[in-house]
């Protein structure tokens, strides 16, 4: 049986030879569907693990700010700079929040106003002020160079502030406008950067003060701009969330939560659905490749009526001419989809170091996947447009293809 | 009737082609008997209905109506299968433009039933005997048809014929495709075949060709005329 398809099998090799430019062109066609859809798989998954990986590192974060009505969440630590008069976590509701979440991990208040500032030479900016806690300062943010605020006058500030504004540890900052009540400070020490915060604030571009020098200051002792829970363990926030809200949210709304797995798993999902349609472009691609597969093997079967005819007189079976002309189909499939995959790994490293700068997931099972699977797909388009066609060879009258020229 | 059943036996048969225009009886009620070993020619102006006599004989069509046993059975209660079956193993085409595969060489060619029907390569050394009985080079054999010239292709188309031992061959104007030196030397080769026991049904337009034949069979406007 082996050998009798060998026989077969090697008119199908000599048609795919005998036409060599047709079958390597319609062979180009599948290697090019396959390497977008692999490349795109592959550029997505890399995308996915190299986010969702950021993702993990601050999903641990949740942020109670003051319920402002409509579309709660935001970035946690964003909610900052949009605090007014009238909308304050309170003393006893940050104590409500404390004896529910502080067993699941560490709980701070803390105060934030936007507010104008000068730097050196008077030069005027503008910075998110935050008030925390001595202790908790310690414990949520690192600094760099200098210290933590050691007396009343100091405060930290963000790497980025001081680059940008070439603050260095003991310079003097002014914050409020003048006339309408000013405070000069002390940088005590630059906090190390943080880049998307793990600790519940922005304080790349931020000031941080004591709670008392804020207060003193900003006034509103008690009336905390939001409240920041840092999870011991992540698979906790459901449950957090769910007792804060029963609690704090049970006649209305007065406080929101967002946290930072869900937005999370929000930007994962749309980066999926982004990739999903990047491969519906690159499917356009393969559905052109399998026209031409399509066409080529109409061709090939037109050019050969007579010999179909010929196999047909002499005995050849139906079944086995149509085998011939998948195989055919399948050679020309298995060219092109080896060819893509072999280039796919190529152009998908190329792709992922370019576009995402990460290859550290590359070599993963769940990029690398697209290969096999772009294979898969190649393979099978070119055995599914070749069927119709050799269906067609096969089930030609032998007396008319015969007579053909 | 004789004492052995005949090879062929054509009973009342009828081909009709149903057109728009109407229908086109190409075959009207004809009837025929071959015995084992016969050789027999058919002759006809175009048109006359021989090649579609031809076509019912090789199998490669039905009748419309009638009986038409091969070797003892009835083709018209065969299927597609079995009916490529007997083309297979019952019956060798010889035809006038040779009809060689292109993709395989003049050695494959006549390995090629051998293959479908046994299933495996031939290792007998039967297709090195038949290229060479009908003086095909071991050289020329492993060329292309294409490279071959005519005379030689349908040395190679014999072969292929008979690698099978099939038990008729159809030949449909054999010599059509050939000079005169060349076409003696094919019928000089069926003769002897057919000497050798073989029954051989041949069309032709050729009276000189018929005229190898046992007996002649004429054809016109799809009856038999002599």
Known sequence: MKLFNDILFTLSVRSVRLNMLRSILSALGITIGVIAISAMGMLGANMTSVVSAQMTSMA?????????????????????????????????????????????????ALYSESDTIYTKNDQEGRATIYGLDADTMKS????????????????????????????????????????????????????????????????????????????????????????????????????????????????EDVISISDSS????????????????????????????????????????????????????????????????????SIIGLIGSVAGVVLSFIVGYLVVAMLIGDTTYFFAWNSIVYLPIGMVIGVSICIVTGLYPAWRAANMDPVEALRAD | MTMTSPIVEVRSVSKIYPLASGDVVALDDISLTIEDGEFVAIMGPSGSGKSTLMNQLGCLDVPTKGRLLIAGTDVRTLNDHDLTRLRLSTLGYIFQRYNLIPLLTAYENVEYPYILKNRKQDDTGRVWQLLESVGITRKMARHKPAELSGGQQQR???????????????????????????????????????????????????????GYADRTVVIRDGRIVV
Not at chain 1, 61 to 88: A, E, H, L
Not at chain 1, 286 to 294: K, P, Q
Not at chain 1, 298 to 314: A, D, F, Q, Y
Not at chain 2, 175 to 194: A, F, P, R, S, V
């Open chain 1, 60 to 108: 641990n974060t949740m942020t109670v700010s003051p319920y402002t009505g409509g579309g709660g969440g935001g970035p946690p630590g964003g909610m900052g700079g949009s605090s007014s008069d009238d909308s304050y976590i309170t003393q006893k509701q940050y104590d409500d929040i404390y004896q529910i979440a502080s067993k699941y991990g560490t709980v701070y």
């Open chain 1, 140 to 251: 949520v943010l690192t600094v760099a160079n200098g210290t933590y605020p050691r007396s009343e006058g100091d405060v930290v500030i963000g790497a980025e502030l001081a680059d940008r504004q070439d603050l260095d540890v003991g310079s003097k900052i002014k914050i409020g406008k003048e006339g309408e009540g000013q405070i000069k400070v002390r940088i005590s020490g630059i906090l190390e950067e943080t880049g998307i915060s793990s600790s519940g604030l922005r304080a790349d571009n931020g000031i941080v003060m004591t709670d008392d020098l804020f207060t003193s200051f900003y006034g509103g002792e008690g009336e905390y701009s939001q409240v920041t829970i840092l999870l011991n363990n992540v698979n906790d926030s459901t449950e957090v969330k769910t007792a804060l809200e029963a609690k704090l949210n049970k006649r």
């Open chain 1, 262 to 329: 869900r937005m999370a798993s929000t930007v994962t999902s749309s980066i999926s659905t982004m990739v999903s349609f990047m491969q519906s472009i690159a499917a356009i691609s393969l559905l052109v490749a399998a026209v031409s597969i399509f066409n080529v093997m109409m061709m090939s079967v037109t050019e050969r009526i007579n010999e179909i005819g010929i196999l047909r007189s002499i005995g050849t079976q139906k079944d086995e001419v149509m085998k011939m002309f998948v195989y055919e189909a």
């Open chain 2, 156 to 210: 190679v188309a014999i072969a292929r014929a008979l690698v099978n031992e099939p038990r008729i061959l159809i030949c449909d104007e054999p010599t059509g495709n050939l000079d005169t030196k060349t076409g003696l030397q094919i019928m000089n080769m069926l003769t002897d075949l057919n000497k050798k026991g073989n029954t051989i049904i041949m069309v032709t337009h050729n009276p000189e060709t018929a």
